[in-house]
């Protein structure tokens, strides 16, 4: 059961969320994000509470390993299978026999070498860090420590190199990380537009074959929003990703999806499987919600649920897996 500190971290967690997203709503999503950006004592206590949230609270919940999983050491997990153990090999030759089908021409195929360059997006106080295979680039809008540089990742330049400056990231070099990592990061970003902004910025800085990890949270049984992954697979296909993993488990969606060797052969999907209701957006249950259903909680906050006609349900109390 949660304490009460873990409510309350959870609920201003929630809050900032809400607030932002009806910032968004009243003045334009890029005003709203940037006046965010600019709110230091905001993004100084979300900060705080983050980090407490992940490491004292979700590491004390996960008791019954069984039932619990670690989105951290789920997504290590799968970037050492899917290159110290090779799997990427199977998902080439697949693009190459689609290519062929398809008559293209691919130029180059996967380059990397170890450690494994990982960019990890909100990553708030750098939870990949003693991966020894892994070399990370953890980067906030405010870091909670020093392992951790400042950088808004949907306002940073992309060019040839990367510029660091007094701690801050003022340009990300493309195409040169074998992994991008959105780990509950896309239900803090306010609407659609610019979480599919914040994954073409992905596709932009990855190397060819290499993999952007979304983990989303998610109490509903796997059924209640499976359209809306249909929508992401279908959006982040457009953009030229292939989606080569998804796990629904009790608290979140663990997705993967891989920078094809040509865009064209990540759109084929798109145009074999698109279903009728699936729509272009990076949409999460939150976006249904109207105002009246934002603000709807329980008086001692112990279970942050509003819901929707859809059955749509809010979420982050309820998270009680370790995130280390």
Request: with cysteine.
């Amino acid at each position: 059961m949660a304490t009460e500190e873990h409510k309350e971290l959870a609920y201003y967690i929630k809050e900032v969320h809400a607030s932002l997203r009806k910032s968004s709503s009243k003045i334009g999503f890029h005003r709203a994000w940037l006046e965010h950006c600019e709110n230091e004592d905001v993004l100084k206590k979300y900060a705080k509470c983050m980090e407490r949230l992940a490491t004292v609270h979700w590491d004390n919940n996960c008791l019954d390993k069984s039932h619990v999983v670690s989105r951290i050491q789920w997504s290590a997990d799968f970037c050492y299978n899917y290159y110290i153990n090779e799997q990427y090999v199977k998902f080439r030759e697949k693009e190459i026999d689609i290519s062929n089908k398809i008559d293209i021409n691919i130029d180059s195929i996967e380059q990397f070498t170890l450690p494994l360059k990982l960019l990890d997006v909100g990553s708030c106080y750098n939870p990949f860090k003693n991966y020894e295979y892994l070399d990370v680039l953890a980067i906030d809008l405010c870091p909670a420590n020093n392992s951790v540089y400042q950088c808004d990742f949907l306002n940073v330049g992309i060019d040839k190199e990367i510029i660091i400056e007094n701690h801050r990231i003022n340009q990300l070099e493309e195409n040169s990380y074998d992994i991008v990592t959105f780990c509950f990061l896309l239900e803090y970003i306010p609407n659609s537009e610019l979480r599919i902004e914040a994954c073409v910025r992905a596709y932009n800085l990855l190397k060819l074959g290499g993999i952007l990890i979304i983990n989303t949270p998610d109490s509903k049984h796997v059924g209640a929003n499976s359209r809306l992954m249909k929508c992401w697979r279908y959006t982040l296909a457009c953009l030229g990703f292939s989606r080569i993993k998804y796990e629904k488990f009790k608290h979140m969606h663990c997705l993967v999806f891989r920078k094809s060797l040509h865009k064209d052969i990540a759109k084929r999907w798109t145009l074999l499987c698109k279903e009728p209701n699936i729509e272009y957006g990076l949409f999460i249950p939150q976006d249904f919600l109207s105002d009246k259903e934002e603000n709807q909680t329980n008086p001692d906050k112990t279970s942050i649920h509003v819901t929707n006609s859809a059955n749509i349900t809010e979420y982050f109390v309820e998270l009680p897996f370790n995130n280390n």
